[in-house]
């Protein structure tokens, strides 16, 4: 699981891919910033 800024999320998330893992779930997550939780899953 990698926590982002909404901000960093579309080039976090294309880095990830690029390296073979699929983004699973993405949730929305907000205490004193706003983050994504963003779940990836790579078979090997």
Partial sequence: MVKVRESEAEKIMNE???QGWEVKTV???SYWWV???ITFERTK
């Fill in 16 to 18: 990830m891919a690029a």
């Fill in 35 to 37: 983050h994504l939780l």
């Fill in 27 to 29: 949730t929305y997550w």
